[in-house]
């Protein structure tokens, strides 16, 4: 079982930081690169060779935010360089640097992801992490499209991260530090920028694999360097194996924020709407045709939630949901909860229709206590899955102006939902928020208990997002009670 935080940081006193050498913050970073980069020192290890210790990729290995967990090189993915190396590479360090202290974490995301693109231009170094022999054919050489292979890449990022962290505990370093600080050159747009707490948790549970990723990124707009803040959260449910949750976990970020710059509203017919469900929708699109040519049979769900924030209380205020398959994603307020998902099934009367139409040429057949698409999958949409025609990648987009009545999202596998029901998992985080005793990050693991007692056998993600302070939600729950009672 594993899990990952976001928390939000105390801005108000992020603005009067790092101006005396005593600063707090400055401690605790010096404590973290200390920590992270013992080992390697004891063993003198200074970075960047095969026998790097890797000690900061240590602190979360295994955390199913897209990393891939194998000892098999045919359980791998190639890296377009042209299309996918970026994306890559920033959402790797940035889970790398999960304990990072969090007013620190942008400015060495940055630093890290400059460095690493920068020796990734090297020719020995290249020649190290492509893939050979795997290129596509072309008349000329030069426009070959070079493939980094995933395994090598990731292993050489977590060495490449001990060796800056290494290179920052020198003391005579200390005072280089504190550029690397929200309140320097990476410091937030606005002190008051309310960024949501989110917790995240999956387990295995019976599969013999592993097959869920999940991305949280509360602070999606600054890693991205978008003009606006934005915070962006996924689940993916894989299926087949987890290349296509892995690869849509790493790429569905970088995509978003790819198209969020380049689409701009202004056009004839283009409302701020369109603008939003145009981007998700290219993001779903391009992920799945990138990943169909690698050739691989892997499949995933996936529902993703993008934030965007008022411009003048720097407040969450819209909320998009987008998603293929059956992940879901529900609204809750004290009095209201509200399911986003429709899931994407082939016996629903809408995705039959298609599946079976002239033009698809597919079936739905009732196979093993399912039913499914051409007797092999139990969604109609997805990303991957291109050996079934009838499955398409095209997400269903729904548009939620956010209320100050709304407090937490839930986004979760089908291994959730399938075997508890909503009412149930809104009373359990509401009991829990209130509980002072229980800490963020375990409430998605009372969820996930609620799951197994039901009898679910699946793999299961659980991520919850807070839309407000938690006491803010708590006091507002109560107030709802004493009303009903």
Avoid at 134 to 149: G, P
Avoid at 279 to 298: I, M
Avoid at 329 to 352: A, G, I, N, Y
Avoid at 429 to 436: G, M, N
Wanted: proline content about 3%; some cysteine; hydrophobic content about 35%.
């Amino acid at each position: 079982m594993t899990s990952d935080t976001a928390a939000a940081p105390n801005t108000n006193e992020m603005t009067k930081c790092c101006n005396t050498s005593d600063c707090g913050y400055i401690a605790e970073l010096k404590s973290f690169i200390r920590d992270v980069t013992k080992d390697a020192v004891a063993n003198g290890e200074t970075g960047g060779g095969a026998g790097t210790g890797n000690a900061a990729a240590s602190n979360v290995a295994g955390n199913g935010i897209g990393e891939l967990r194998t000892r098999n090189n045919n359980e791998t993915y190639l890296v377009n360089e042209a299309d996918e190396l970026q994306a890559e590479v920033a959402i790797y360090v940035w889970q790398k640097l999960c304990s990072c202290p969090e007013h620190f974490r942008i400015g060495l995301s940055q630093l890290v992801k400059k460095e690493i693109l920068c020796e990734l231009n090297n020719t020995k170094v290249r020649e190290d992490l492509m893939e050979t022999g795997k290129q596509q054919n072309s008349a000329d050489t030069e426009a070959r499209i070079k493939y980094f292979d995933l395994l090598k890449l990731q292993k050489f990022i977590g060495q490449h991260l001990d060796k800056v962290l290494i290179r920052l505990s020198d003391n005579s370093k200390e005072d280089d530090l504190k550029t690397y600080a929200d309140c320097q050159d990476f410091k937030r747009k606005s002190t008051n920028l309310q960024i949501p707490q989110c917790a995240a948790m999956q387990i295995k549970n019976k599969p013999r694999k592993m097959e869920d990723r999940h991305v949280c990124l509360p602070r999606f707009g600054e890693l991205y360097e978008l003009e606006n803040p934005y915070s962006f959260f996924g689940v993916f449910d894989g299926h087949s194996g987890a290349l296509a949750a892995t690869y849509a976990a790493n790429q569905m970020p970088f995509l978003v924020a790819k198209h969020l710059k380049e689409m701009k509203t202004g056009t004839v017919c283009q409302t701020e709407t369109d603008l939003y469900r145009d981007v998700l929708e290219a993001s779903f699109l391009k992920a799945d045709s990138n990943f169909a040519q690698k050739s691989l049979g892997s499949g995933t769900t996936a529902v993703c939630a993008l934030l965007k924030y008022n411009n003048s209380n720097l407040s969450p205020n819209h909320l998009y949901v987008a998603w293929v398959g059956d992940s879901r994603c529900l609204l809750v307020s004290p009095t209201v909860s509200l399911q986003l998902v429709k899931p994407h099934k082939p016996d629903s009367m809408d995705e039959r229709k298609r599946i079976e139409s002239i033009e698809t040429g597919g079936a739905v057949v009732f196979v093993h206590g399912q039913w499914r698409v051409n007797g092999i999958i139990n969604v109609s949409r997805s990303i991957g899955d291109h050996s079934v025609k009838a499955v398409i990648a095209e997400p269903d987009i729904v548009e939620v102006p956010l209320q100050s009545s709304h407090d937490f999202l839930i986004l979760g596998s089908d291994g959730l939902w399938d075997h508890v029901a909503e009412t149930d998992i809104v009373k359990c985080t509401y009991k829990s928020l209130a509980d002072k005793q229980q800490q963020l990050e375990d409430i998605p693991k009372q969820l996930i208990e609620l799951a197994k007692k039901g009898d679910s056998q699946d793999n299961i993600t659980v991520m919850l997002v807070l839309l407000k302070d938690r006491s803010n939600i708590v006091e507002n729950y109560l107030k709802s009670v004493e009303k009903s009672t």
